[in-house]
C-alpha cells in the first residue's frame, strides 16, 4: 500500500513537472521541493512527538542515502534527461528494479529467484510498451550513461533505506532531505539569477511548488521508505514502475496526451509483474510471520525503536 501510493504520487508529479519546467530551472525546483519539504516533515515529526537519538552506524547509512539517492540519483535524472529525452529516461530507468534485485542479493543476502527476475523482465517490457525505444537527441550517449546511474544510485538508495534500524521511515527522510539540500545548496549560489527570476507571485507556481514539495517529495519518501522496510527490495522496486502508468494517463486526461494501446498492454503488464511479485514474495511473508511469532514484549521494544 505505501509503496503504491508513493508511485502514484510520483506518477502526478512527472504531469505537475510539465507545467512548471518552463518557469524554474530543474536544480532549483529540486532544492525548492527539498526546502517546502523539510518544513512539512519537521512539523509532522513534532506533531507526532517522535524521540529522536543519535545511532552513528544508522547515521552513516543516511549520510549515503542522502548523497547517493536525494542527489546523485535526482542530478542524474535531470541532466540524462535534458541529454536524451523523457522518453528514454523513462525505458532506462524501468531498470531500477532489477538494479534493486541485485544490491538486494549482493547487500541484503536476499534469495535470487525466479520469479523476481519473472517479475522484472515482465516489467521493463510492460514499460517498453509503454514508452517505445525511440533514442533521440542531442549527446544521447552521454545522456543514457547519466540515466543507468540514476538508476544505479536510485536502486542503491532504496536497498541501503532497508538496512537502516533505529530510525523511523520519517526521520530517515528528513535527515536525507537536509543532506540533499546542504549538498545542492553550491549549485544554487552559483546560479541565484535562475533563482531570483522565478515569479513567486504566480499561483501556479506556488500550487505546483507545494504539491511537489510537500506531497511528492514529502508524503512519498516517507511512505517509500516506509514501504521498504516491509517488502523485499526485490519486490519493491516492481511498485516504482507504476509511475509511468499514473504519468501517462495524467498526461492524456489532463494535457491532451494520446495514450495507444502499447500504453494499456504494457500497464496491464507492469501491474501483473507486481502481483506476481507480491504474491510469491516468500521473504516479506515470512518476516510477517516472524512478527506474528515474536513475543510482546520484543514487538514493543522493536516498535518503540522504530518510533
Avoid: C
Wanted: no cysteine; hydrophobic share 55%; charged share 10%.
Amino acid at each position: 500500500m505505501f509503496l503504491t501510493i508513493a508511485s502514484i504520487i510520483w506518477g502526478a508529479m512527472f504531469v505537475v513537472v510539465k507545467i512548471i519546467v518552463n518557469e524554474v530551472h530543474p536544480i532549483q525546483l529540486v532544492w525548492l521541493e527539498y526546502l517546502i519539504a523539510l518544513v512539512f516533515l519537521i512539523g509532522f515529526s513534532i506533531m507526532k512527538k517522535e524521540k529522536w537519538h543519535i545511532n552513528w552506524s544508522d547515521l552513516k547509512l543516511i549520510f549515503w542515502i542522502g548523497i547517493i539517492g536525494n542527489t546523485i540519483s535526482l542530478v542524474a535524472q535531470e541532466m540524462g534527461t535534458g541529454l536524451s529525452n523523457a522518453q528514454t529516461g523513462s525505458v532506462i530507468t524501468s531498470t531500477i528494479p532489477a538494479f534493486m534485485i541485485i544490491f538486494g542479493w549482493l547487500i541484503l543476502k536476499e534469495k535470487l529467484d525466479k520469479v523476481k527476475v519473472l517479475s522484472v523482465v515482465i516489467a521493463i517490457l510492460g514499460v517498453v510498451m509503454i514508452v517505445g525505444l525511440k533514442m533521440s537527441g542531442t549527446n544521447v550517449i552521454l545522456g543514457v550513461l547519466l540515466l543507468v546511474l540514476d538508476s544505479i544510485a536510485w536502486a542503491l538508495m532504496s536497498v541501503l533505506v532497508k538496512k537502516v534500524k533505529t530510525y523511523s521511515s520519517l526521520q530517515i527522510t528528513i535527515m536525507s532531505t537536509v543532506v540533499a539540500v546542504v549538498a545542492l545548496t553550491p549549485f544554487i549560489l552559483s546560479d541565484m539569477s535562475s533563482l531570483t527570476s522565478i515569479n513567486f507571485a504566480d499561483p501556479t507556481i506556488i500550487l505546483s511548488l507545494l504539491y511537489i514539495g510537500a506531497v511528492s517529495t514529502a508524503v512519498a519518501y516517507v511512505m517509500w521508505n516506509r514501504g521498504l522496510q516491509i517488502v523485499s527490495a526485490g519486490s519493491s522496486g516492481l511498485f516504482y514502475l507504476i509511475q509511468p502508468i499514473v504519468g501517462s494517463f495524467l498526461g492524456w486526461l489532463l494535457l491532451g496526451e494520446q495514450i495507444s494501446v502499447g500504453f494499456i498492454i504494457g500497464s496491464a503488464m507492469i501491474l501483473a509483474s507486481v502481483w506476481i511479485s507480491v504474491k510469491f514474495d516468500g521473504s516479506s511473508s515470512n518476516e510477517t510471520r516472524l512478527e506474528r511469532t515474536r513475543p510482546a514484549k520484543l514487538n514493543a521494544k522493536l516498535k518503540l525503536n522504530n518510533n
